[in-house]
Nanobody, 117 residues
Framework: QVHLVESGGGLVQAGGSLRLSCVAD????????MAWFRQAPGKQRELVAS???????TFADDVQGRAVISKDNRNNALHLQINMLRPEDTAVYYC???????????WGPGTRVTVSA
């Protein structure tokens, strides 16, 4: 099982942008779908965006038009940029193989994004 470590979060004002990164400890080339999730305080983890090796992109409704997801197979990395950040984007962001990770998947530490009004 690939292990993933997220980075790039921080405190940002509403309207700003952040680029999150996730690096795997092994090859992600053969993983067809990679995804970003987030968990806001008091809420369940939710899918934010996903990307397939064929280039199919999927976004949650509330980030549609504001988010860019990219997969770097050469460097075993996944990136998520969110523009025009809103306070409701405040959450811990995680990446995972697949848009429905196995219950056995060991989530990484996540990276915290805090958006101030």
């Amino acid at each position: 099982q690939v292990h993933l470590v997220e980075s790039g979060g921080g405190l940002v004002q509403a309207g700003g942008s952040l680029r999150l990164s996730c690096v795997a400890d092994g090859s992600i080339f053969s993983i067809n779908i990679m995804a970003w999730f987030r968990q806001a305080p008091g809420k369940q983890r939710e899918l934010v965006a996903s990307i397939t090796n064929g280039g199919r992109l999927t976004f949650a409704d509330d980030v549609q038009g504001r988010a860019v997801i990219s997969k770097d197979n050469r460097n075993n990395a996944l990136h998520l940029q969110i523009n025009m950040l809103r306070p409701e984007d405040t959450a811990v962001y995680y990446c995972a193989p697949g848009d429905r990770p196995s219950p056995d998947f060991s989530w990484g530490p996540g990276t915290r994004v805090t958006v101030s009004a």
